[in-house]
């Protein structure tokens, strides 16, 4: 297996996941390919400098392109993909054809679905790929198999996450901490769960529930949608529920509600002074705009609780991840444990520990090995 990582996308993930590969895949080498070249050389100076190595080497490549994609993974073994959700079913045709693993940041099931739908293309050329393998969907998936592996007879998975502000400011006590278009397909999209053993779309923003979490206190869940990624199918007759629901600091959910109820989401095209627009893309715009000016370090909150038996006997397990922004590094909570957690996947695909072929999330890798793999990283795991 060729031992040079390819990561496609040189913003706050990509970077934080070169630095995590720099650190913890200590002979590879790692190239940083984005639209721009500027970008990937912040990036790989950046990483560089903070571990003072010369591993990561920037690269112009544009997505988009075949040809560039082509040229970009002839000598990678593993391909870390962080562009747009959107991207990655044509991206993973392009690792396949140059034989080279991939794992990518996911978000949309329905785009992951069709990113699993090339598994016989996969398996003919050898390669393993892993879609979403980021924080939610990614991480919080993990703690829930680590909590199912936990158990003889598992019933229930219930994940909680939320990237928040460490000084909220209203009305929204919320900073953007990735792309605004995902936040909004979160937001508005259907959530899918596992709900009695049937599999169940519920709208999202909605389902609102209050929650004590330390240290932040009262925070309020709903659902969202993508978080679940397709493992309500995988444990299906496994599980009797699957579901998530999203963090945010109390009243957020109900003034998110009003922008998705008067249709300022809405996709279809409509005049204004003789120009046609999408609601979507304007709100994405000027509120992505507006939030993108907050400046605060930002903080993680998640939770994840499994109930189930062993050996007859009920139990109720509880796992907390409480992390903030590193002033050591300066990567933010967000870029952390999704940058972390796309990497620990990319090096056990690597590794040959996950099979060729497409793999769902749910199923390339232990529960238990990925905390052990959080740990390493410094990451407080506290399971109760």
Known sequence: ??????????????????????????????????????????AADRVNG????ERCHPFQVNAKSPLELARFLEDAGTLLSCVPYYMHP????????????????????????????????????????????????????????FLMESMSHPESIRLYCGVLPQHPVPPFNYKLTFNVEGLVTEYDYQALVLRDGEITEVDTLSELETLEVAPLGTLEAFTTSGGTSTAPY???????????????????????????????????????????????????????????????ADQCVIRAIGEGSNDGENVRTVVDIFDKEDPSTGFTSMERLTGFSLSIVAQAVAAGVVPTGVNGYETAMTGTAFVEELRRRGVSVLVS
């Open 1 to 42: 297996m060729k031992q040079t990582y390819a990561i496609l996308g040189s913003g706050m993930q990509g970077t934080c996941a070169a630095y995590d590969l720099s650190k913890f895949a200590p002979d590879a080498a790692i190239k940083l390919g984005d639209l721009s070249y500027d970008q990937a050389k912040k």
């Open 50 to 53: 903070l571990l003072g190595t």
């Open 90 to 145: 044509a991206i993973a045709r392009a690792a396949i054809s140059s034989k080279t693993n991939m794992c990518d940041l996911g978000g949309n099931t329905e785009v992951t679905q069709e990113t699993l739908g090339l598994d016989a293309l996969a398996k003919e050329a050898g390669v393993a790929l892993v879609p979403d393998c980021g924080l939610a969907p990614g991480l919080v998936n993990s703690l829930g198999l």
């Open 234 to 296: 995988t444990f299906q007759g496994r599980l009797q529920n699957y579901e998530y629901k999203t963090f945010r600091f109390p009243g957020h959910c109900e003034r998110m509600r009003i922008f998705k109820d008067f249709g300022l989401w809405r996709e279809d095209e409509i005049e204004i002074r003789g120009m046609k627009v999408r609601p979507k893309d304007v709100f994405c715009r000027v509120f992505g705009e507006a939030l993108g000016q907050i400046q605060d």
